[in-house]
Every structure is written in structure tokens, then in C-alpha cells.
């Protein structure tokens, strides 16, 4: 059976972010019997880190945080830090993961079952793939999904400019930002439709 979710041989393979707060929905739904990759996929839309970088927390990392509280995270890539803000639904997906796991201070977060190492890039990558593939998403999606369904939905969604955008993803410029998002011509087309 063909993988809907993987692009043509030779195709672009950029990932797409999830446009819809319904497809979101329905992943979270998905997602609600398994509190660890609930909380992932929470944490990941919500925050717009790189899944590399979420991947690293250890459990002593979030122990006793509430909303508001922000932790400060070392970016593999870049090396520079940056923070993860827990807001209500990071907090909730986090109490709920906390509560289910006997998880030790120095356990990785997103813990594999193969010791105390972390799920590596690779395999979280096949999980995103999987869920927009359950809930029937077409597209190319992976880890980078999740970072981008953060960007476009702020976006899209609540009208943050692309400078603060940008300023999050450490981006050089708003314009990077934009092409990263995969913002459509047609949508800044339509701006020059408003009459001054």
C-alpha cells in the first residue's frame, strides 16, 4: 500500500504545516489515549521549537511548572537558546502525561522504550507522518509539521506579523519566514484587492 503521506519520487519534500484547527482537533482526538505523544504533538503546535530541540527536555525540566512559566531550552541547530512557554494547553497535555508516568527527574521527556534515551528525530517523524495519515491529511508532513502548523496557525489564525514570527523561528528574515510557512501568493495577492 502506497504511504499518501510521502512525496513523489523526484517532488519537492518540503513539509506542509496542518491549515485546519479541525484536522488539529482530530489529531488531539487521535492522540488522547496516548498520553506521551499527546503531549508531543501539543507541545510542538504550540510552541514552534524544532522536535529535535523538544526532544531533548528531561522530565526535571517541566516538574512544578505552571502556565506562564517558561523554560529555557539550547538549540542543537543553532546553538542559541531559546525559551518553551507552557501555556494552559501544553500545561494540561503535560499534568495528564505526568500523572499516567512513573517517570524519573532524569528520564528524557519523550521517553523511547529502549532505555532512558530519548525517541529519536527519525521515529518522531514517522509518527506525525502516521497521524495525518489516520486522520486522512494529504500532503507531505513530518517533523517539521509541527513547527509550522505553530507559525501558520499564528499566522493565519490570530494575525501575528511575520517579524515576530520570524524573531521566534530565528529566521534571517520575515521573508524566509513567509516561504518557510508555505504562505501562498494567492494570499498576498489578495491584499492588493483592499482599496486605499
Known amino acids: ?66 502556565p506562564g512559566d517558561t523554560i529555557r531550552v539550547r538549540e542543537q541547530k543553532t546553538g542559541k537558546t531559546n525559551i518553551l512557554v507552557i501555556n494552559k494547553a501544553t500545561h494540561k497535555a503535560l499534568q495528564t502525561y505526568l500523572s ?26 514517522r509518527m506525525i507522518k502516521d497521524w495525518c495519515r489516520q486522520i486522512n491529511l494529504r500532503g507531505n508532513y513530518g517533523t517539521h509539521t509541527l513547527r509550522k502548523t505553530f507559525g501558520y496557525i499564528q499566522r493565519v489564525h490570530y494575525g501575528v506579523g511575520y517579524e515576530l514570527l ?21 494570499k498576498v495577492n489578495n491584499i492588493l484587492m483592499h482599496e486605499i
Open 1 to 66: 500500500m502506497a504511504n499518501t503521506n510521502h512525496p513523489q519520487k523526484g517532488s519537492n519534500i518540503t513539509v506542509e504545516p496542518i491549515r485546519s484547527l479541525e484536522d488539529i482537533k482530530s489529531i488531539k482526538k487521535l492522540l488522547s489515549g496516548n498520553p506521551r505523544d499527546h503531549l508531543l504533538f501539543t507541545m510542538g503546535i504550540n510552541n514552534g521549537l524544532r522536535i529535535g530541540d523538544l526532544l531533548q527536555l528531561k522530565v526535571r525540566d517541566v516538574q512544578g511548572v505552571k
Open 100 to 125: 499516567q508516568t512513573l517517570a524519573e527527574p532524569e528520564n528524557f521527556l519523550f521517553k523511547s522504550q529502549k532505555g532512558n534515551a530519548p525517541l529519536t528525530v527519525s521515529y518522531a517523524n
Open 166 to 186: 520570524c524573531k521566534r523561528f530565528n529566521h534571517s528574515s520575515p521573508a524566509v519566514t513567509m516561504r518557510y510557512l508555505g504562505i501562498e501568493d494567492k
